[in-house]
């Protein structure tokens, strides 16, 4: 019972170095979602999509860019990482027949030096 | 700006007492309102949520309490545990929105045995 599962759990960056985290659902999700969270403010949305092919910026998006080529996964990518971008970071999906429960992975824990 | 402001920050319960955490909305659009559990190391996990037909919705110990004219809400843990501790995060979405979230601050929730 996979549900989402996001690679890599740890990972250091040198400041100007880019990555790729993946995210994968195994629920047939049409929407997925990427937020970060930092202390004291929550988890912000950066982007997210609504189906295979499609993305949308959410409310902190600068600094990333998103693929989601299959239904399943969707990619985050940070091309030049700065040490603002030190973060944890979630993905997240959900369905219209879920009514608006989102189900979220067990994180991404990105430090930039 | 936060469209969710969430209080207390932190917040320390003794073993069968209540644990009260309140937020506050300023988007009149919102229409659903859940509650997010996450432990250390964990992604949230959904706990409760209420949509704003109703003033209140039980669940166990756990209890949302809902005032639409003061764009409050709040959580109620009856009862409190030590496996209570956690973070809590309130959330507000636009139900057509496809469940994109605006989330708290969060609120770190110590029960002493």
């Known amino acids: 019972n996979a549900g989402v599962t996001q690679t890599p759990k740890f990972r250091v960056l040198k400041t100007g170095q880019s990555m790729t985290l993946l995210c994968a659902q195994d629920?047939?999700?049409?929407?997925m979602y990427w937020y970060r969270q930092d202390p004291g403010m929550g988890l912000r949305l950066i982007h997210y999509s609504v189906g295979e092919g499609t993305t949308a910026k959410g409310e902190v998006p600068d600094g990333y860019n998103v693929s989601r080529l299959k239904k399943q996964n969707f990619l985050l990518g940070l091309e030049s990482a700065a040490p603002s971008q030190t973060s944890v970071y979630f993905c997240a999906s959900s369905s219209w027949t879920s009514g608006n429960t989102i189900y979220f992975g067990e994180g991404s824990w990105l430090t930039v030096v | 700006q936060q469209q969710v402001k969430q209080s207390p920050q932190s917040l320390i319960v003794q073993k069968g007492g209540i644990s009260i955490i309140n937020c506050a909305y300023e988007n009149t659009a919102f229409d659903y309102f859940p509650w997010y559990q996450q432990f250390p190391g964990k992604g949230p996990a959904l706990l409760i949520a209420?949509?704003?037909?109703?003033s209140e919705k039980k669940e166990g110990r756990f209890t949302i309490s809902f005032n639409k004219s003061a764009k409050q809400f709040s959580l109620h843990i009856m009862d409190s545990q030590p496996g209570d501790s956690a973070t809590y995060f309130c959330?507000?979405?636009?139900?057509?929105?496809?469940?994109?979230?605006?989330f708290g601050e969060g609120t770190q929730l110590t029960v002493n045995p």
């Open positions: 209420i949509r704003p037909d109703v």
């Open positions: 959330a507000a979405t636009k139900e057509t929105s496809g469940s994109r979230l605006t």
């Open positions: 629920m047939n999700h049409e929407y």
